[in-house]
């Protein structure tokens, strides 16, 4: 075998690799929908959960609860999402988390968002 045959056969070799690993990836997305109580609203909480997620390549959606909670969807990687939950318990500096709840925690086949929503607040 040639230089230029084993070179060919590494550069296929790495292409079969990447054209793979959207497939990986996408068996490994997962959803949780959470529930983030404590002084939560009124802190720029949504902005920061978008934020948040958009650092680490979460999809879904945040909003603002009638209970004063904050509610959303969180889909991505498992280490993604580890990272958004931690960032959740967190806050931004000015709130004040008492605790995150989450619910629905699955897998799924691919992200059912395109990207992240920050649902503004309805008027009654």
Known sequence: MSLDEVL??????H?????MRPTLKAMSIRTVDYR???????????VFA????QQHGIVGWVRNDQSGDVIGTAQGSAEALEKFKEGLHRGPPQANVAGV???NEAPLERPQFQGFEKIKNQRS
Do not use: N
């Open 36 to 46: 983030v109580k404590g002084k939560v609203q009124g802190v720029y909480f949504r």
């Open 50 to 53: 978008k934020d948040l997620a």
């Open 15 to 19: 292409l079969v690799t990447v054209l």
């Open 101 to 103: 709840e989450y619910t």
């Open 8 to 13: 060919t056969c590494r550069q296929h070799q």
